[in-house]
């Protein structure tokens, strides 16, 4: 499915991993980012994976290591690789470890590498490219009234950055009481929208008519990548051991949906 023409260059986005190392090389080869040896050859292309690269699959800990390994290579080529925080991630950060699988004696000190990572900008909340901005879970209507009163010009881009420094100020003072940390009454927390980490896909349509740009994002599994004009909001996590498939946004802010077959 397209909207639009690509061109060579652009962001490429992968959805949630949840330890499918395999289905990740596959995903990563045939977008030409990566050879056979898992070396980037992505040149000055950009890579996103939105987030919940941890528990429910064999590998999460490998998968991890892949894309830390891709991020490194990429940057000196002009290209860039964006890890964002996912709910798996955020609640290893905050540790809470009784719901990872990630075995017990190893949390600790991955909890405090989450913790750097995300100091240097190695992990981030929001990323924004041509006017599309990708969180893992989505800001909702309501999180977006709390955004519009820091903002004067509210554009995908600006909110990206915001959001990020909200994010590193929360870690770096161990302090998370902002909203976008926030879990929706149906991820048995206590708000009626979640925040950017824990909101479910159903609720974050439910709470606009229209978002004021384009929202890409994962954590609710879907059966394949869905693009919601109406809403202006792209689905991503297809469940990459079920289904084989990634995004692709070009220079020019066209949309490309590739299936592996």
Known sequence: MKIGETTSRGLTVIGDVHGRIEALQVLLRHAGLM????????GQRRLLQIGDVFDRGPSPLESEALLEKLQLQAAP???????????????????????????????????????????????????????FLCTHAGVTQKLLRVFKGQLENLTAGNLAVLINF???????????KHPIFNI????????RFGGIF?????????????????????????????????R?????????????????????????IVSVT
């Open 166 to 176: 909200i994010f590193r100020e929360s870690v770096a003072h161990n302090f998370y």
């Open 35 to 42: 050879d056979s040896q898992q070396n980037w050859i992505g």
């Open 77 to 131: 080529c002009g290209g860039e690789v964006i890890r964002l925080m996912g709910n798996h991630e955020l609640e290893i950060l905050l540790g809470n470890f009784s719901i990872s699988e990630v075995p017990p004696a190893q949390l600790p000190a991955l909890q405090q590498k989450f913790i750097k990572q995300v100091l240097d900008g190695q992990l981030k909340a929001a990323y924004a490219y041509k006017g």
């Open 198 to 230: 824990w909101e479910d896909l159903e609720d974050l349509i439910a709470s606009y008519k229209q978002s004021p740009f384009w929202q890409v994002i994962g954590h609710t599994p879907i059966d394949h990548i869905v693009v919601d004009r109406n």
């Open 184 to 191: 929706s009454i149906h991820r048995s927390g206590t708000s």
């Open 232 to 256: 202006q909001m792209i689905a991503v996590d297809i469940g990459i051991h079920r289904k084989l498939q990634y995004l692709k946004i070009s220079e020019k802010g066209s949309v490309e």
